[in-house]
C-alpha cells in the first residue's frame, strides 16, 4: 500500500485508472463535484473501489462540509449549512447549537454512507481572526476556541454515530492566515502566546481519528517551511505539543501555497512526518510519479489508518435522516432572522 489519497477523474473508474489503481494500492481516494452525479453512479463508483481493493473500510472521502464546500448537491441531495449558523446559535443557546451539530453531523454521515463514502473532511477547528483571509470565513465554527472545540466535538460525534470518520483540520490552525493557500503561501508572525489560541481546539479534540495539516508558515515554529513539509512543526507542534496521535494526511498537494512537482511534494510531506499525502487532481502523469517517489506505508501509519477507520460507531436504531433535519432546522431556528 502506498501513504498517499488520490482522486479519479470522472464519474467512474477509466481502464488506465482500474489498472494503475489495482498496482498502486494507494490508502484511499478523494471524491469531488466530477465524481458525484446521482445516488446510483456515485454508489456504483464506491462499490467498484471496494471491490478492487477487496477492502470493506477503504477510505474513500469528501469535502462536504456544507455552505460553499459541498461536492454532493441539490438536486439529488439536499444543501446543508455552513458552520456559520451553529456559530450564531451559541451566541444565544450554547447547548442548542451542540445539538444542532450533532444532528447535522449525523444527517450528513448518513448521507455520505449511503453512497458509501466513509470519510469526510469536517470539523475545521480553524480559530476565525479578525482580518485574515475569507477562505475560512463562514466555514469557522467561530472566533473562541472552547466554542469551536465544542461545535467540533459535536460534529465529530454525529458523523461517527453515523457511520463516517472525520476529519479535524487545518493543523495547527488556518485562522490567522492573510491570503488563501489555495493561490498563495500564507505566513504567519504570531508570537508564541497567539499561537496558543490556535492550537487549543485541536489540543481538547487530539484523540480525534483523523487530522489535516495546513499549508501555512508559522514563523514562530518553522521560518522556511510550511506545516505539511516541516518535520518540526509535525513532530513538536501536532504530534508533541497538540498530542494527536490519529491518521495525519496533508491538504492537497496541488495547492498554490506549495512549490514543487506533485511527485516531490508527495515525498516531501510524507518525510516530513505525514501518514498520508492527498493528490486530488487526478492527472495520470502525476499519480504515477506518486507512486514512483513513495515508499510503502510505514508500518505505524498503517496501523493509524486501521484505528481511524474503525473507529465509527453502528447504531443499531438510528434516527431517520429526515428525524435529524427537522431537529437540526428547528434549532437553528432559534436564531433570528
Known amino acids: 500500500m502506498k501513504p498517499v489519497i488520490f482522486g479519479m477523474a470522472g464519474l467512474s473508474l477509466t481502464p488506465d485508472e482500474r489498472a494503475f489503481f489495482a498496482e498502486a494500492e494507494p490508502a484511499g481516494y478523494i471524491l469531488f463535484k466530477r465524481n458525484c452525479a446521482d445516488r446510483d453512479q456515485l454508489r456504483a463508483l464506491t462499490d467498484d473501489l471496494r471491490t478492487l481493493h477487496g477492502r470493506d473500510d477503504l477510505l474513500v472521502m469528501i469535502d462536504q462540509e456544507g455552505g460553499r464546500v459541498a461536492r454532493m448537491q441539490p438536486p439529488h441531495w439536499p444543501a446543508f449549512?455552513?458552520?456559520?449558523?451553529?456559530?450564531?446559535?451559541?451566541?444565544?443557546?450554547?447547548?442548542?447549537?451542540?445539538?444542532?451539530?450533532?444532528?447535522?453531523?449525523?444527517?450528513?454521515?448518513?448521507?455520505?454512507?449511503?453512497?458509501?463514502?466513509?470519510?469526510?473532511?469536517?470539523?475545521?477547528?480553524?480559530?476565525?481572526?479578525?482580518?485574515?483571509?475569507?477562505?475560512?470565513?463562514?466555514?469557522?465554527?467561530?472566533?473562541?476556541?472552547?466554542?469551536?472545540?465544542?461545535?467540533?466535538?459535536?460534529?465529530?460525534?454525529?458523523?461517527?454515530?453515523?457511520?463516517?470518520?472525520?476529519?479535524?483540520?487545518?493543523?495547527?490552525?488556518?485562522?490567522?492566515a492573510l491570503v488563501d493557500s489555495h493561490l498563495d503561501l500564507p505566513v504567519?508572525?504570531?508570537?508564541?502566546?497567539?499561537?496558543?489560541?490556535?492550537?487549543?481546539?485541536?489540543?481538547?479534540?487530539?484523540?480525534?481519528?483523523?487530522?489535516?495539516?495546513?499549508?501555512?508558515?508559522?514563523?514562530?515554529?518553522?521560518?522556511?517551511?510550511?506545516?505539511?513539509?516541516?518535520?518540526?512543526?509535525?513532530?513538536?507542534?501536532?504530534?508533541?505539543?497538540?498530542?494527536?496521535?490519529?491518521?495525519?494526511?496533508?491538504?492537497?498537494?496541488?495547492?498554490?501555497?506549495?512549490?514543487?512537482?506533485?511527485?516531490?511534494?508527495?515525498?516531501?510531506?510524507?518525510?516530513?512526518?505525514?501518514?498520508?499525502?492527498?493528490?486530488?487532481?487526478?492527472?495520470?502523469?502525476?499519480m504515477i510519479g506518486i507512486a514512483d517517489r513513495l515508499p510503502d506505508i510505514a508500518e505505524a501509519s498503517r496501523a493509524r489508518l486501521d484505528r481511524a477507520m474503525a473507529s465509527v460507531r453502528h447504531d443499531a436504531d438510528p434516527p431517520a435522516f429526515e428525524t435529524l433535519i427537522a431537529t437540526r432546522d428547528s434549532l437553528l431556528g432559534l436564531v433570528p432572522a
Open 81 to 176: 449549512p455552513a458552520a456559520a449558523a451553529f456559530d450564531r446559535l451559541y451566541d444565544i443557546a450554547p447547548s442548542s447549537a451542540i445539538a444542532a451539530s450533532r444532528a447535522n453531523g449525523r444527517a450528513l454521515a448518513l448521507m455520505l454512507a449511503d453512497v458509501g463514502i466513509t470519510v469526510d473532511a469536517l470539523p475545521l477547528l480553524d480559530v476565525r481572526q479578525d482580518g485574515a483571509s475569507d477562505i475560512m470565513g463562514d466555514r469557522t465554527l467561530g472566533a473562541d476556541p472552547m466554542r469551536v472545540a465544542a461545535l467540533g466535538r459535536a460534529t465529530l460525534e454525529g458523523l461517527s454515530e453515523g457511520g463516517v470518520v472525520g476529519i479535524v483540520k487545518h493543523m495547527p490552525g488556518h485562522g490567522r
Open 188 to 286: 504567519v508572525d504570531a508570537d508564541l502566546n497567539a499561537l496558543e489560541t490556535d492550537l487549543a481546539p485541536f489540543r481538547t479534540l487530539r484523540s480525534a481519528p483523523i487530522g489535516m495539516t495546513a499549508h501555512v508558515i508559522y514563523t514562530e515554529w518553522d521560518a522556511h517551511r510550511p506545516a505539511s513539509l516541516s518535520p518540526a512543526i509535525i513532530g513538536e507542534i501536532i504530534r508533541d505539543s497538540i498530542g494527536f496521535q490519529g491518521l495525519l494526511m496533508s491538504d492537497d498537494l496541488d495547492m498554490k501555497a506549495l512549490k514543487g512537482s506533485i511527485p516531490e511534494l508527495a515525498a516531501g510531506v510524507v518525510a516530513a512526518g505525514c501518514d498520508l499525502a492527498l493528490n486530488c487532481w487526478a492527472r495520470m502523469d502525476d
